[in-house]
């Protein structure tokens, strides 16, 4: 079960690249006010 198709790893990483995207839109709008 620890196996996983590279599909799998894709969603993840689009996933946490969507997640990283916000939270660097979100800073900055923070840091350019």
Not at 6 to 32: I, N, V, W
Request: net charge negative; hydrophobic share 25%; charged share 35%.
């Amino acid at each position: 079960m620890s196996e996983q198709t590279p599909h799998d790893l894709m969603e993840s990483y689009a996933e946490l690249a969507a997640e990283e995207a916000k939270f660097r839109r979100e800073k900055g709008t923070y840091s350019t006010r």
